[in-house]
């Protein structure tokens, strides 16, 4: 069983940068994967970053040169450094978890993930 938190929005400027932090609690075996997803008002939810319990991190392309994901297994926390915030980047920004490693699903997939945090809301003005 796994829970997630999700902290650190906030309104900024565009080409300013936010941390988001995931605070995850896992009550067995660490989660697989630990991702952020986004969802903007009018648009479906998308894949923004996640991370694997060994560190390999994936990102879409849409964000790759302008983001960074970490992740402290000690801490239970995964963090998204974003850089060069645009007014596209403007979402609210889940965190996600998967309590095993998904079997029928991406990395990239909503479907692969069992646990999702409540948001954050990052608003980035022109």
């Known amino acids: 069983q796994v829970e997630v938190e999700e902290s650190g929005g906030g309104s900024v400027q565009t080409g300013a940068s936010l941390r988001l932090s995931c605070k995850y609690k896992?009550?067995?075996?660490?989660?697989?994967?630990v991702g952020w997803f986004r969802q903007a008002p009018g648009r479906e939810r998308e894949f923004v970053s996640t991370?694997?319990?060994?560190?390999?991190?994936y990102y879409a392309d849409s964000v790759k040169d302008r983001l960074a994901i970490s992740r402290d297994i000690a801490r239970n926390t995964v963090t998204l450094w974003m850089n060069r915030l645009k007014p596209e980047d403007a979402a609210v920004y889940y965190c996600?978890?998967?309590?095993?490693?998904?079997?029928?699903?991406?990395?990239?997939?909503?479907?692969?993930?069992?646990?999702w945090g409540h948001g954050t809301q990052v608003t980035v003005s022109s």
């Open positions: 996600a978890a998967t309590t095993g490693r998904p079997q029928n699903a991406n990395y990239d997939s909503q479907s692969a993930y069992d646990v």
């Open positions: 991370i694997q319990h060994d560190s390999v991190a």
């Open positions: 896992a009550y067995t075996d660490q989660p697989f994967y």
